[in-house]
């Protein structure tokens, strides 16, 4: 269903990235993702997409998308605990990803542009203002 209502989603992280993107492919023709970094921007996380989420990936068609370079892929895990407990998890196939978070929420912005949306790095929403027809 097309739609000219102005939307804002604010973060460029995965969840802003990927409803900015999932709005636009659904008819909304004014999205704009706002970030109030400069972009790309370094994220601390150790970057790890477990089983679920590459799952999810893939039903979007964006696992296939990832640059292979950008990923380190794991088929298997070794914890130690504080304990000295430890445990070995080995999978026959792809276990989970490793993508540094700068490159992981850059493909998504970049993927939600490819889709139409606006995007617009360091830009800090500091206040909103309810308004008759909406907010600002």
Known sequence: ???DLP???V???PGGATAARLLSENGCRCVKLLEKRSWPRP???AGGIGPRACAWLSRQGLLADLPPAAATR???LYFTAPSGR???FVSPGE???VVPRDRFDDFLVQRAVHAGVDF???VKVSAITHLKGGVV
């Open 11 to 13: 973060g460029a992280g």
């Open 95 to 97: 276990m989970a990803l």
């Open 43 to 45: 994220k601390t996380c």
């Open 74 to 76: 794991i088929s298997s």
């Open 7 to 9: 939307i804002c989603v």
């Open 1 to 3: 269903m097309a739609s």
């Open 86 to 88: 430890s445990a070995r």
């Open 120 to 122: 617009r790095p360091s």
